[in-house]
């Protein structure tokens, strides 16, 4: 699989883990973007249209990423691009709303970088 062209956006206000998740895909040949907040993630989603959205839950500004994957998969223009949530948030209500907000995986941190990097490979064009 090809994924020179494919564009993944890292969403955390954390700025090491950002840099994990950029070294660990970096490495797989994928062109990063990142943002701090959701407002930013949401924005960056649309000027960019990433093939991924990496997104944290709890973040700066007026939107978490449970708002911010519902806005991306609301919009008809955005809803092809793959939503996976990467929280500390591990309760079960959690989960369920990161699947109510359209995210196609819920990742519970800490996670593994090799796991993060197989899952965003397992996804086809």
């Known amino acids: 699989m090809d994924t020179v062209a494919r564009k993944v956006l890292i ?4 700025a090491g883990l950002r840099k994990l998740i950029r070294l660990t895909l970096k490495t797989a040949g ?10 930013d993630a949401l924005r960056m989603t649309k000027s960019h249209l990433p093939d991924f959205v990496l ?30 949530i990467l929280s500390a948030r591990a309760q079960q209500a959690d989960l369920d709303a990161g699947r109510q907000a359209g995210a196609e995986h819920y990742l519970v941190k800490p996670f593994s970088p090799v796991e993060l990097l197989k899952l965003v490979q397992s996804y086809g064009r």
């Open 11 to 14: 969403v955390d206000d954390n």
């Open 30 to 39: 994928f062109q990063l973007l990142e943002a701090e907040n959701g407002d």
């Open 55 to 84: 997104l944290d839950v709890m973040m700066p500004g007026s939107m978490d990423g449970y708002q911010v994957c519902s806005a991306i998969k609301n919009d008809p223009s955005l809803r092809h691009v793959r939503v996976f």
